[in-house]
């Protein structure tokens, strides 16, 4: 990756950046003159987009507060070997590092950056059985995400990110109440919100969604990728830099690192914007 980025290369990098703040910071340093992009698609869903549109157009009012719930099938309790390093600390792939930064990315495309944050996180199974081997895995990281957060919008979010959810009963549910009238959006899958559609409903009339790049499937959770892909040829043939970038991906990494220090030391993280 660095070669490439340090040869001005158009870049795309999975979310999360690095394994760690400090290789997300040196790979967003390394951006040279080409585009780097990533994977942070739940933002670039149709529905979102809408629905951002018509919270920053105020057909709904003032932002007042949301209620989100994120679940994702997996961080419970089996795994399989091959997934063995999602409990490891080192390896930065966690339920906070990838299930919660898509969720409360989602919230900020929706109600500006956040600004300040309450958090608690637990590990409900600590010592997940490996169902390929029957042994068990030492699990290092939280597998349960409760977030209290402020926004840019003055809006208040409260965020559960669940893992160990039935596949059967993932989803996903935003609900934004503003002085003048209220919107959801629903759906999810069991590989968390990023990863399937969303549909949006409001108390005011909207515009459908766009028609998205590639349809979802049962079979595939690429709708949201394949939006980014097109994200991407766009900036890349007008010169336009609307893609999430790896400035993006830092800012995103910053914000799971305050969650995670809010949680430790039980004392509100607030932000120098706040």
Same mark, same amino acid.
């Given at each position: 990756?660095?070669?490439?980025?340090?040869?001005?290369?158009?870049?795309?990098?999975?979310?999360?950046?690095?394994?760690?703040?400090?290789?997300?910071?040196?790979?967003?340093?390394?951006?040279?003159?080409?585009?780097?992009?990533?994977? !942070?698609?739940?933002?670039?869903?149709?529905?979102?987009?809408?629905?951002?549109?018509?919270? #920053?157009?105020?057909?709904?009012?003032?932002?007042?507060? *949301?209620?989100?719930?994120?679940?994702?099938?997996?961080?419970? $309790?089996?795994?399989?070997?091959?997934?063995?390093?999602? +409990?490891?600390? +080192?390896?930065?792939?966690?339920?906070?590092?990838?299930? *919660?930064?898509?969720?409360?990315?989602?919230?900020? #495309?929706?109600?500006?950056?956040?600004?300040?944050?309450?958090?608690?996180?637990?590990?409900?199974?600590?010592?997940?059985?490996? !169902?390929?081997?029957?042994?068990?895995?030492?699990?290092?990281?939280?597998?349960?995400?409760?977030?209290?957060?402020?926004?840019?919008?003055?809006?208040?979010?409260?965020?559960?990110?669940?893992?160990?959810?039935?596949?059967?009963?993932?989803?996903?549910?935003?609900?934004?109440?503003?002085?003048?009238?209220?919107?959801?959006?629903?759906?999810?899958?069991?590989?968390?919100?990023?990863?399937?559609?969303?549909? !949006? $409903?409001?108390?005011?009339?909207?515009?459908?969604?766009?028609?998205?790049?590639?349809?979802?499937?049962? *079979?595939?959770?690429? !709708?949201?990728?394949?939006?980014?892909?097109?994200?991407?040829?766009?900036?890349?043939?007008?010169?336009?830099?609307? #893609?999430?970038?790896?400035?993006?991906?830092?800012?995103?990494?910053?914000?799971?690192?305050?969650?995670?220090?809010?949680?430790?030391?039980?004392?509100?993280?607030?932000? #120098?914007?706040?």
């Amino acid at each position: 990756m660095l070669a490439a980025l340090e040869a001005g290369k158009a870049v795309y990098c999975e979310a999360p950046l690095g394994s760690s703040p400090a290789e997300t910071r040196m790979l967003a340093a390394s951006t040279q003159t080409g585009h780097s992009v990533i994977g !942070l698609q739940g933002r670039l869903n149709p529905s979102v987009r809408r629905a951002a549109q018509i919270i #920053a157009e105020g057909r709904i009012g003032r932002p007042l507060n *949301a209620r989100v719930v994120s679940t994702s099938s997996a961080f419970g $309790a089996a795994s399989t070997s091959a997934y063995e390093y999602f +409990e490891k600390e +080192e390896s930065g792939a966690s339920l906070l590092t990838i299930a *919660a930064g898509h969720t409360l990315d989602l919230v900020e #495309a929706l109600l500006g950056e956040i600004t300040a944050v309450d958090a608690r996180t637990e590990t409900l199974w600590p010592h997940p059985q490996l !169902l390929d081997t029957g042994g068990q895995a030492r699990r290092e990281v939280p597998d349960h995400v409760d977030v209290l957060a402020r926004t840019m919008t003055g809006a208040i979010v409260t965020a559960d990110v669940v893992g160990g959810v039935p596949p059967e009963d993932a989803d996903f549910r935003f609900e934004l109440r503003g002085t003048d009238g209220w919107l959801t959006l629903t759906g999810g899958t069991l590989y968390g919100v990023q990863g399937g559609d969303l549909s !949006l $409903a409001s108390s005011i009339s909207f515009a459908a969604p766009d028609k998205p790049a590639a349809p979802a499937t049962t *079979a595939s959770p690429a !709708l949201n990728v394949a939006e980014l892909y097109a994200c991407l040829v766009r900036d890349l043939q007008t010169g336009s830099r609307s #893609a999430p970038d790896f400035a993006h991906a830092r800012h995103n990494t910053d914000l799971m690192a305050a969650v995670s220090q809010a949680a430790r030391s039980g004392r509100r993280w607030t932000s #120098a914007n706040s």
